[in-house]
């Protein structure tokens, strides 16, 4: 039997997880330096250890509206195409353990060309959890845009 981890996390009212493999680093929300001429989703950069990381808001990314900063806010950081970026969250609540018979395809009648990035349904008890794969949330030209806008910020931040 196959078993994922998951990070599980809350974007305004949904709960959703990626597989903890992707996840490089989960950090404190900190201030964010804005990128100019980027889509509204990106919220800016910030300097992680010398390293300016775009940071991606997955609540606009995925159409669910604005979310006030708290202090429960963090930011998973992952590596898409050897460029790390990172996804703001309302909240990491757990890490969690699923079987194979706790994960179900989406269904089909879920899936369009917009939500590509949904791996799975994870089932956690009576909830739901969208399981979501990190590395298909920006496309290539967003990713390729991104790498070449944070290459000119390596000295500002």
Do not use: W
Not at 55 to 67: A, E, Q, T, Y
Not at 94 to 102: L, N, Q, R
Not at 108 to 128: A, F, H, P, Q
Not at 137 to 157: A, C, G, P, R, W
């Amino acid at each position: 039997m196959n078993e994922m981890q998951a990070i599980i996390f809350r974007l305004n009212d949904q709960i959703c997880g990626a597989d903890t493999s992707q996840v490089k680093e989960i950090k404190k929300y900190t201030k964010v330096s804005k990128i100019p001429d980027v889509p509204e989703f990106i919220e800016g950069a910030i300097n992680l250890r010398g390293q300016v990381v775009p940071i991606v808001n997955l609540n606009s990314r995925f159409g669910l509206g604005k979310s006030e900063v708290t202090s429960k806010t963090k930011i998973l950081i992952t590596a898409i195409k050897e460029q790390l970026v990172g996804f703001t969250v309302n909240d990491v609540l757990e890490i969690a353990k699923f079987t194979d018979e706790d994960i179900e395809d989406v269904p089909d009648v879920l899936r369009n060309k917009t939500n590509y990035y949904l791996k799975s349904i994870g089932k956690k008890g009576d909830e739901l959890v969208t399981i979501i794969d990190l590395s298909k949330i920006l496309n290539n030209k967003e990713i390729d845009t991104l790498s070449h806008k944070v290459s000119y910020m390596d000295f500002q931040i």
